[in-house]
């Protein structure tokens, strides 16, 4: 059995900042670390890195390539200093799982490129492996999208993005990003300036947990604010939440000017309470405060604009759109993660996710059709491909068969409703044969993310029976 020091390399992946384009650090990192051992690297014009064993002892045995992403999402708790450009993940284990303090654990993909490490530099084994590590795939999956062709020789592609361990992914959805740029028209008033902060909510992955009854706070804290505007006098100022479109928003400061706070009070909070019991069992710590703005930014919209942007927001679509009650699999989704202010504009941003490029097309006429009435720009931000499910798929039947024959452990062959890179690599590499496993995640893009050990440990040695097998 090869030598496992996937944990070995985690933490040290830990200590190196590599949020989404910040990977320039952790890159040269595997570099150095392959070069100290004697391996081939090529780093292309995007960023990505490329690693090959192939020597005079293995180049007979078949290729097989390991793929992972650098990048992490960077969330942190409200009350966190963490600098993610500066700062290393603080990562600690608890009861059989890899946890960090106040952040995001970066196990999404750091436990993935820390296992294609462990066997790139395992000499015991003497595999002719190829690895692949993209950049950015967090944000826009710009490294998968510029993969060179040409470079890799491998038939199978093992991907090691998934948080399942109990799964086998052999289809994955596409996406597109896209943004309304709202513009403002600002008026002086005499009304005082107070932010209105709602926080704690769940987040979380928002292709994998969309269907989870989670709260999209950015969406729902406007659904209260339109209510109060038929009861309440007050100007929308600004509103910022949300850092990746690819998250549920956890939190929205929002910051009005108020006529009567006394009244605001008092309705926001019956309505506040409507909004908690709505969601009590999937939302435990939603939470709220109101306090006066001492140095304001921004002069408030004017009655008509602040209007408008209610009005926007009401309409904004956001979550599951289409369900395949087949499959338990959402077709159709989107996410309003992210909404930042400046002086003329308020940024509205969306990730539609699926599968089929006509429900893409179906999304995106909406948000330009909301564009359209509310006198917006609209703007495709990126896109990227999915991947139809192969299901007529060796890799995925032998990855199955291990697992079940030699660690009595079942994997489920299956779709996901979330982006991974493969669909995007195999466009450059016709006839490769793709997967995609990894061991147990959970609360990914979120303070809350962890990682099982015991499962890091299980996927890990299917992982090199699997390589064994299929590289003879």
Not at 304 to 312: I, R, T, V
Request: aromatic share 8%; net charge neutral; with cysteine.
């Amino acid at each position: 059995m090869a030598n496992n020091n996937t944990l070995k390399y985690f933490y040290e992946l830990c200590k190196i900042p590599h949020a989404s384009g910040n990977e320039g650090e952790i890159s040269k990192y595997i570099v150095d670390l392959m070069k100290e051992n004697g391996l081939k690297t090529k780093v292309d014009k995007t960023g990505n890195v490329y690693v090959f064993t192939e020597n005079a002892t293995n180049k007979n045995k078949k290729p097989i390539l390991l793929q992972a992403h650098l990048d992490m999402v960077p969330e942190k708790t409200a009350d966190s200093k963490h600098n993610f450009a500066t700062d290393p993940i603080q990562a600690y284990e608890e009861k059989g799982w890899i946890k960090a303090k106040q952040t995001t654990l970066g196990a999404d993909d750091g436990i993935g490129v820390a296992m294609a490490l462990s066997l790139l530099l395992d000499k015991k084994s003497n595999y002719n492996l190829e690895a692949l590590f993209t950049i950015d795939e967090e944000q826009g999956l710009t490294g998968a999208r510029n993969v060179e062709p040409k470079v890799l020789k491998s038939k199978y592609l093992i991907n090691l993005d998934s948080e399942d361990d109990d799964e086998i992914v052999v289809g994955s959805a596409g996406g597109k990003r896209s943004e309304i740029c709202y513009r403002t028209k600002r008026e002086e008033n005499d009304k005082i300036q107070y932010l209105l902060r709602i926080f704690d909510g769940v987040s979380g992955h928002s292709g994998v947990m969309i269907q989870e009854s989670r709260s999209n706070v950015i969406v729902d804290a406007f659904v209260m604010l339109k209510t109060l505007s038929e009861k309440v006098e007050f100007n929308l100022v600004s509103a910022e939440s949300g850092r990746a479109d690819n998250v549920i928003p956890p939190y929205i400061n929002i910051v009005l000017s108020i006529e009567d706070l006394g009244l605001f009070k008092k309705e926001f909070k019956t309505l506040f309470a409507e909004y908690k019991k709505a969601y009590e069992a999937f939302e435990p710590n939603l939470n709220y405060e109101i306090k006066k703005v001492a140095k304001p930014s921004f002069k408030p919209l004017s009655n008509a604009c602040s209007q408008s942007f209610l009005n926007l927001m009401s309409l904004a679509n956001n979550g599951i759109n289409g369900y395949d009650f087949k499959t338990n699999m959402p077709t159709l989704s989107t996410n309003i993660g992210v909404i930042a202010t400046t002086e003329k504009t308020i940024n509205v941003s969306w990730l539609s996710r699926t599968s089929y490029d006509f429900f893409v097309e179906k999304l995106e006429n909406k948000v330009k059709a909301l564009a359209e009435l509310t006198k917006s720009s609209y703007r495709c931000v990126s896109s990227y491909e999915g991947a139809a499910p192969l299901l007529q798929n060796d890799l995925a039947d032998a990855v199955q068969s291990i697992a079940k024959e030699k660690f009595k452990h079942h994997m489920e062959i299956k779709s996901i409703h979330a982006g991974l890179e493969f669909g995007m690599i195999v466009k450059k590499y016709p006839g490769m044969v793709p997967v995609s496993i990894g061991p147990n995640v959970r609360g990914a893009h979120t303070p809350e993310e962890k990682v099982e050990i015991k499962s890091i440990n299980l996927i890990y040695d299917i992982l090199v029976q699997v390589i064994d097998k299929l590289s003879k």
